[in-house]
């Protein structure tokens, strides 16, 4: 039987190419401010282009709630320092210090040049940019919360990512919406320079080539690898994993953060916003158990140690009805609050579980929510190569998929809208500074032939498995195996169950074998990068012998800093081996380590 296949032949054609001075990869919060500020610094007649698989109001950014801190001291007393310390701590000491100096510091100003920009953030009645509460943000070193949230709503982040898109379009930042980044252009191999990206049109299935002198990666993170996520569907770690499979290292993978407050069996998130304005979580015997576990921060502990003390709860028999969730009760909060502070929350809760939060209790479990790890970068975004700290000449990384480290090993809430900012602007100036002096870039040959028969040998594959049947399984193993708790065994299982799944996925079938818009093609393709991503974590996890924030060993429960001070570089030198392990010393300049009691 002959077989036509008009639409996989065209991916054949060489592809088009596009010349930029600078190319950002995502236009979530970090890559926008980072081609902003690229504009601003570089003029009017810089090529500056932003590639997003997602038209850019659809980044996850849009989707943050609870909001965006800065020590503004604005309705109680405050100041940088604090804010700094709280951040180290709440990162269990894996932060490096000088890194989050610079964003706790720098966060004030940040906040100030987004309102002039024309961010509508709540007011106090006198005026100025109203705080609210978030968990492990605290005054003078810990005596107890503070109010350090700049909010709007609770759409900060829509309102981030609207102010941003609609200052980039005023200064001509040019857009390719909808197309998917497949692979970066690196001629002359792993030590760079990158020269570009490989991107394929989701609209035509077309595959096109773009050049720039400077590329940054700001793809977001990569929750999908969890059965149970607060993430949307598109957070495949798409970055992360090309980044991977390029032999570049990967930084602290196994420090994935778990939420406290996810809906239960949903994962949709309900913001921390909900305990900062007073709500607090009830086990099944109706105690308010987070007392017992945080006296001081309460049910405002970093979430690390909120989600393990919900585990602890459930597993000591404490869920509601013995099963494997506890309640939020907002129910004091008052129509005020709920309609007004918290509206988005409170109509998810209303239309998903047809419960009313003001007269019921709202059942609620962790979920898989943020990635602590990334690929590494230093102060200004230039992507490392090696745990040495060599940088790779045209690559820069910043927002979710890269790791500064500012949030060690569980970032702070409110933290992760700050970070984009603050070190997508400065990625945008060095990256500026880079296009002044590198050389026109080269294209990649090789990258470009592969990416063509990759796709050709997807879309012509007859027999096969469908990519949802195994990355459900991958999100099943990932969540079961390596989530809030982990332990040697169950990682090593999780290990083999990933090395086989990807045996699968070799043979993968993509039905749709049509050009435009094929949905099909891209679940096969993400699925590739989500067991890129996962495959990192566990093996990174599986070498860390010790608890410490968002990585939970039964057996090691106590954190070690003789031997685990120090940040896990995870290299891949042949697909499906296990990575090579390398380490870097966290940087301290200020902290030394200390326990860590909430
Ligand atoms: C429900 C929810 C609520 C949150 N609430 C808060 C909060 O209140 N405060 C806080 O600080 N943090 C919060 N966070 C975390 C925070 O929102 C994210 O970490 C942050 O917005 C990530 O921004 P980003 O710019 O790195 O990436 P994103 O906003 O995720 O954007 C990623 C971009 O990359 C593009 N992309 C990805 N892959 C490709 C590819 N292959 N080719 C082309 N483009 C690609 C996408 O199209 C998108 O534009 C929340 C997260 C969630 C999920």
């Known amino acids: ?129 109203d705080q609210r509460r978030f968990g492990g943000h605290t005054r003078n070193h810990g005596e107890g919360p503070v109010r350090r949230a700049c909010y709007a709503a609770v759409r900060t982040g829509h309102h981030i990512l609207q102010t941003l898109y609609e200052q980039c379009i005023r200064h001509e930042v040019a857009f390719y919406d909808e197309y998917q980044v497949l692979d970066l252009q690196m001629p002359d191999g792993v030590g760079g320079p990158v020269t570009g990206v490989i991107g394929y049109q989701l609209a035509t299935g077309e595959v096109h080539s773009f050049l720039a002198k400077s590329v940054l990666f700001a793809t977001g993170g990569f929750g999908k690898i969890f059965k149970v996520t607060s993430n949307a569907h598109t957070l495949t770690g798409d970055g992360v994993a090309i980044v991977y499979r390029r032999g570049l290292p990967l930084e602290d993978m196994e420090f994935y953060q778990f939420h406290p407050t996810g809906m239960y069996k949903l994962g949709f998130l309900l913001s921390e916003a909900m305990r900062g304005e007073g709500g607090f979580l009830v086990n099944g015997k109706g105690e308010r158990f987070m007392e017992r576990y945080a006296p001081t921060m309460k049910d405002l502990a970093s979430r690390d140690v909120v989600s393990r003390s919900i585990y602890q709860e459930i597993a000591a028999g404490r869920g509601i009805d013995g099963k494997d969730f506890v309640h939020l009760d907002v129910r004091h909060l008052g129509a005020e609050v709920l309609n007004k502070k918290l509206p988005d929350m409170s109509g998810f809760i209303r239309t998903y579980f047809g419960i009313e939060p003001l007269t019921d209790l709202v059942p609620i479990q962790p979920t898989a929510h943020y990635a602590m790890g990334g690929i590494p970068t230093d102060l200004d975004g230039h992507a490392l190569a090696d745990e040495r700290g060599t940088r790779v000449p045209g690559l820069y990384a910043a927002g979710e998929c890269a790791c500064v480290s500012v949030h060690g090993a569980n970032r ?82 999780a290990q083999a169950d990933l090395r086989r799944l990807r045996e699968r996925a070799r043979h993968l079938c993509v039905q749709d074998k049509g050009r435009r818009y094929n949905t099909d093609l891209v679940e096969a393709l993400e699925l590739g990068f989500l067991l890129d991503c996962a495959e990192a974590t566990v093996d990174s996890a599986l070498a860390r012998t010790e608890t410490r924030g968002g990585h939970a060993r039964e057996d090691f429960p106590d954190r070690d800093d003789v031997e685990w001070l120090k940040h896990t570089f995870a290299f891949r030198w042949s697909e499906g081996a296990p990575p090579r392990m390398a380490y870097r010393p966290v940087t301290i300049t200020k902290f030394p380590p200390k326990p860590r009691v909430y």
């Open 1 to 129: 039987m002959s077989l036509r296949l008009p639409d996989a032949t065209a991916t054949r054609r060489r592809p088009r190419t596009h010349d930029l001075d600078a190319l950002v990869v995502g236009a979530g919060g970090a890559g926008l401010y980072a081609a902003l500020e690229l504009k601003r610094d570089l003029g009017p007649e810089a090529r500056i282009g932003v590639i997003s698989k997602l038209y850019p109001s659809r980044s996850h950014t849009a989707a943050a709630q609870g909001g965006v801190c800065a020590a503004l001291g604005n309705t109680e007393e405050d100041n940088w320092e604090w804010h700094w310390f709280d951040t180290v701590k709440g990162g269990d000491y894996l932060v490096d210090q000088d890194a989050a100096e610079v964003m706790c510091r720098d966060a004030v100003e940040t906040i100030i040049n987004l309102e002039h920009l024309g961010l509508p953030f709540n007011r106090t009645p006198e005026g100025l940019i």
């Open 412 to 493: 702070l809430g409110t933290n992760s809208l700050l970070d984009i900012l603050v070190f997508g602007r400065r990625a945008g100036v060095a990256m500026a500074d880079e296009v002044r002096r590198a050389p026109d870039p080269q294209p990649d040959a090789v990258a470009e032939r592969a990416v063509l028969a990759g796709l050709a040998e997807l879309l012509e594959g007859m027999e096969g498995e469908r990519p949802a049947v195994i990355r459900a399984e991958l999100q099943e193993t990932m969540f079961a195996k390596c989530g809030v708790y982990r332990n040697g065994a169950l990682l090593e299982e």
